[in-house]
């Protein structure tokens, strides 16, 4: 599992799903429909489709427990998974999950789900080669730079990006700290 974050933010169109399972099957992020979170909702069979060259089906497991864990854990011990639940900004989110617990969210904020209702995509290997994608270890990803011995920049640009495109929108246009007079 190579932990990647979304690109798309939003409780409705967010791509959170996307990111978790491009996390899981170790793919670049702009691979896969930025859709698929609502294709799976709306079309399970399409889905189940889709997911079949990965070498994958599905099952889908919910919970109204405050401690997001079904017990006893349905899916097979050690594997990665998609957890899902109402996310602490709103709307529903969708996390990665390893035996029920949460492993990482895809989120900037990294705040994770709220307590109660919570739901998990468990997905049933087809063949040996997906068996053991389930299972690998957490990775990082390696850029290119790393590869070819270049000094990488440690810069948040995240971070700088979303300050940047706030100021550009005007997010902060007429806003300063109380008792500061222009």
């Known amino acids: ?14 791509d959170c799903y996307r990111t978790v399972l491009a996390s899981i099957f170790e793919v670049p992020l702009e691979t896969l429909p930025a859709d698929l979170g609502w294709r799976r ?5 399409g889905f189940r489709k889709w997911l079949r060259p990965w070498g994958f089906d599905y099952a889908i497991v919910e919970w109204d427990r405050p401690d997001l864990k079904p017990v006893p854990w349905p899916g097979a011990a050690g594997t990665w998974h998609l957890l899902g639940g109402a996310s602490p900004r709103s709307g529903n989110h969708a996390t990665v999950g390893k035996d029920g617990q949460l492993i990482w969210d895809p989120h900037p904020a990294r705040t994770g789900l709220l307590p109660g209702y919570g739901n998990a995509d468990i997905f049933l290997p087809l063949n040996a080669a997906a068996a053991e994608l389930l299972r690998r270890p957490v990775r990082s990803a390696v850029s290119p730079a790393a590869q070819t011995g270049q000094q990488q920049d440690e810069t948040p640009w995240g971070f700088i990006g979303l300050l940047a495109m706030m100021v550009g929108i005007g997010f902060f246009a007429g806003r300063r700290p109380a008792g500061v007079d222009r």
Do not use: A, C, R, Y
């Open 1 to 14: 599992m190579i932990p990647q974050t979304q690109t798309i933010l939003g409780p409705v169109h967010g």
């Open 41 to 45: 909702f709306k079309d399970p069979q």
